[in-house]
């Protein structure tokens, strides 16, 4: 197991920013925190008389191979795009001095239509190394052009991921097709003026990762809602945020959104119809907004300005690129995971891996392994890349990387609740459009809890068959 060391050279704050940018491919709202770096000069310097420890070679391997890579990792201070990744290279080359890796920097906007354009274009030269999400490399794992991880998948590495559900994002069927670096979960918040000001703080769990249940959930609703403070909303005009809403019904009664093999979905289940009449009983009680016709941005920007005391869309990133407004608008953000019967959620995230394309020259994908490994594993750089991602450790044998920061410390305590990857089953994007009309005509009562459910999942379940393409 590797020895992991500690990185501090980059503030919390900084990352964070960057990794909002880079993942969603918008401008933050609000002024930019700066990336702090600790100058070279300024760093604990080495003793004249100790000299600097040449790397092992680990493998005279003779390849050349290719990266390919979204903005995912934070750069240095006025440094360009790549650079990091050039150092990373160059890391590598001290271990691996003969495989050459040459790197290719993406956009999101035109990214993955360049990767799949290739995959449609027959003798189309795939990269080797792709840094991406789950959602994307299961789509490529269907195509057929995907390696087979899973002698990466040692005992010891299953055994030291944080859940379950991260292995589960990592596979395609039963063959692991990504490995991961990093990761983060959705919540939500609440505004600390509000809860402290209801007295309704003494119902929130504030120890380790927060745990807290729906009945104690619904005493703060009250609470907040008698003491003349407006609720959140359950926003559903659009797909936008629509993970947060599905995690937030799912997790109140310990229901899901699909069966455990994914192969149906389950919306129309006992505990997820008891979850959306309680949504619509707190809706009459004033305790919820009816947001059918709000979005989740709409949502964010209402709590934000301090208009409402809760929201149900948050995320780390998400609060770094709002802490302009939230501090000028005096808004303390009280971070929990969503509420659940028993006490147990099941989170949705962020994911960050790679994938390796099959090759038919065996050196190529045995020299992809290596690098793969040690940008994940490699005890000089894995912890600095998992912190430049702007995420949190997805083994547990990184222990605390984020040591003093506790906004910081509550998300990795939450990562063992990582909850089971949806999104990368068939037809999931058409899935989300049934879902905010159901959310719509439950919270409109246009037709009863259980018709929108098993509306819902008739027409949901029609999207997990997969379509032939039309031949013309």
Known sequence: MAVWKKMTALTLSGLLIFSMCACKGKESEGEDIDIQVVPEEEQESVPEEVEEEVPAVLSDLDATISWWTYPVFVQDEEQEDGVYEQHLIEEFNKKYPNIKVELNLLDYAEGPDQVQGLIEAEGGELPDVLLDGPGRISTYAKEGVLADLGSMFTEEVESDMVSDGILSACRSGDTYVMYPLSASNYVMAFNRYMVEGSGAMELMNQEGARLWTTEAFEQVLERLNTSGFNSGS???????GDYATRSFVTNLYDGSLMNEDKSAYTMDSEANQTALTKIQEWMENGWIQNGSG?????????????????????SLPQAISNAQTLAENGVEAVVMPYPSADGTPSLEYILNGFCIFHQEDEKREEASRYFVDFLCNDETVAVENVIRSGAFPVRTSMGDIYEGNEQAQLYEALLPYSGTYYNKVEGFEEMRVYWYQMAAEILNKEYSVEESTKSFVEYANKTLIKKEPTIE
């Open 294 to 314: 709000s979005s989740g941005a709409d949502a964010v920007t209402s709590f934000v300005n301090g208009e409402s005391s809760y929201c149900l869309l948050w």
């Open 234 to 240: 359950f926003y559903c005009s659009g797909i936008a």
